[in-house]
């Protein structure tokens, strides 16, 4: 599994890198003894790392949060557990921030001790969101989100997805425009997120997409994703 010590997951509103990034955080969670998530998204009130924290805990996962998370407050505190992190070399970090370039100005509080570090910056993609359905507007963003946070961006996640109606024509349409838009950025797609009922409803339950990546068509490594953020009335 392609992952760094300091992992962080940026992209525009309906990007779903909060799903990615919890996804993400599970998985070093299986890996490593001390794997933290951190929710640095302060623009999105819905979709919170904070949703899935009972899950990530049981599975081993420490969650830190801002003090007002999942709160009608407006202006979150971030806390000083963030520090403890950046410090502790024993941990294996996954940071969530979320609300494009605006939410990327919160991260760039941290910059200098992250850019000590050994990161990953990766901007999660969804090219069915109006804000990065092209070449032109992917590249747009990710020089806005750089540019805030400070931080290079050092890969990019395909996202693609229309929720339980996704298809495989439709990740992969999303891998033709990212991987054209990674070549002219000079990055590389880390990965593919994919939820796992997508596979299921396809090919049956026992499919293994990661083993069969050159017959489907998707290219690289595949994460492979349970749903665990919902809105209010999904719950």
């Known amino acids: 599994m392609h992952h760094k010590r300091i992992n962080i997951f940026t992209g525009n509103f309906g990007?779903?890198?909060?799903?990615?990034?919890?996804?993400?955080?599970?998985r070093l969670g299986e890996i490593f003894n001390r794997t933290a998530i951190v929710d640095l998204d302060i623009v999105n009130p819905y979709f919170r790392t904070a949703d899935a924290k009972e899950e990530l805990e049981r599975k081993g996962v420490l969650v830190i949060t801002p003090l007002f998370a999942n709160t009608n407050v407006d202006i979150p505190a971030l806390p000083p557990e963030i520090n403890m992190l950046l410090e502790n070399k024993e941990y294996t970090a996954v940071f969530?921030?979320?609300?494009?370039?605006?939410?990327?100005?919160?991260?760039?509080?941290?910059?200098?001790?992250?850019?000590?570090?050994?990161?990953?910056?990766?901007?999660?993609?969804?090219?069915?969101?109006?804000?990065?359905?092209?070449?032109?507007?992917?590249?747009?963003?990710?020089?806005?989100?750089?540019?805030?946070?400070?931080?290079?961006?050092?890969g990019i996640v395909n996202n693609t997805n229309l929720l339980e109606n996704t298809r495989i024509t439709d990740i992969l349409k999303g891998q033709e425009i990212i991987e054209k838009a990674a070549l002219e950025l000079?990055?590389?797609?880390?990965?593919?997120?994919?939820?796992?009922?997508?596979?299921?409803?396809?090919?049956?339950?026992?499919?293994?997409?990661?083993?069969?990546?050159?017959?489907?068509?998707?290219?690289?490594?595949?994460?492979?994703?349970e749903k665990m953020i919902r809105l209010p009335w999904e719950k």
């Open 186 to 225: 000079g990055v590389p797609v880390v990965f593919t997120s994919i939820f796992k009922g997508i596979f299921n409803k396809n090919y049956g339950t026992n499919y293994c997409p990661e083993a069969d990546t050159e017959r489907i068509g998707i290219k690289g490594n595949i994460l492979l994703m």
């Open 96 to 154: 969530d921030v979320g609300g494009d370039d605006v939410g990327a100005l919160a991260l760039s509080r941290y910059k200098e001790k992250i850019m000590e570090e050994d990161y990953g910056h990766y901007f999660v993609v969804n090219v069915n969101r109006p804000m990065t359905n092209s070449v032109e507007k992917i590249k747009e963003m990710f020089y806005s989100i750089e540019e805030s946070s400070g931080l290079k961006i050092t």
């Open 15 to 26: 990007s779903g890198k909060t799903e990615v990034s919890v996804n993400y955080a599970m």
